[in-house]
């Protein structure tokens, strides 16, 4: 089974921002990636897929990079909506495992 | 807008088995791959598997031994069915559409089951 490794845990930032989270997976995934957002209580959105693609209606301040093993994702200018819990997810072999998770916290 | 609703019991017993079904609406069932995931309190993501509406699944390895899914086209609906549930099968299910059975663009709102006696 891929496993999937999120860092930082939990991140501390100021609105304004720019937030970087990586995702590691432990064999090569290609741009077989996904990344979602997930507010308290709420079900998580989707922001990116192919690693890289925007998702319609996600602001463009979400943006997502990488490929085989290392992947990012950023927010160019944190804003007060996107404190949240953010995971990456992979697919491969029609498995589906998700990443444990970035918890976004106002500093 | 395509939308999803899980519905079904709360609350379940230990060794019994937990019964899912979501609904879809404002979209065809067909032609998609649809997921459940869950989420345990306090915890993260795990996906449980895929079914494609032509009936063909893929699971979870670590649930495989205990969870069918099926579908049903005519109620634009499909299910899930966890066996033999335990304290650690206790979450918030979320049922959701994967495209292409790969990324997971709709999802609903999720329903918290618990497990008790």
């Known amino acids: 089974d891929i496993q999937m490794t999120q860092s930082p845990s939990t991140l501390s930032a100021s609105v304004g921002d720019r937030v970087t989270i990586t995702c590691r997976a432990s064999?090569?995934?290609?741009?077989?990636l996904a990344w979602y957002q997930q507010r308290p209580g709420k079900a998580p959105k989707l922001l990116i897929y192919k690693a890289s693609s925007l998702e319609s209606g996600v602001p463009s301040r979400f943006s997502g990079s990488g490929s085989g093993t290392e992947f990012t994702l950023t927010i160019s200018s944190l804003q007060p909506d996107d404190f949240a819990t953010y995971y990456c997810q992979q697919y491969n072999s029609y498995s589906l495992t998700f990443g444990g998770g970035t918890k976004v916290e106002i500093k | 807008q395509v939308q999803l609703q899980e519905s079904g019991p709360g609350l379940v017993k230990p060794s019994e088995t937990l019964s899912l079904t979501c609904t879809v609406s404002?979209?065809?069932?067909?032609?998609?791959?649809w997921s459940w995931i869950r989420q345990p309190p306090g915890k993260g993501l795990e996906w449980i598997g895929n079914i494609f509406y032509s009936g063909s699944t893929n699971y979870n390895p670590s649930l495989k031994s205990r969870v069918t899914m099926s579908v049903d086209t005519s109620k634009n609906q499909f299910s899930l069915k966890l066996s033999s549930v335990t304290a650690a099968d206790a979450a918030v299910y979320y049922c959701a559409r994967a495209q292409n059975g790969l990324w997971l663009n709709y999802w609903g709102q999720g329903t918290l089951v618990t497990v008790s006696a």
């Open positions: 064999q090569s995934i290609s741009t077989w």
């Open positions: 404002g979209g065809p069932i067909n032609s998609y791959y």
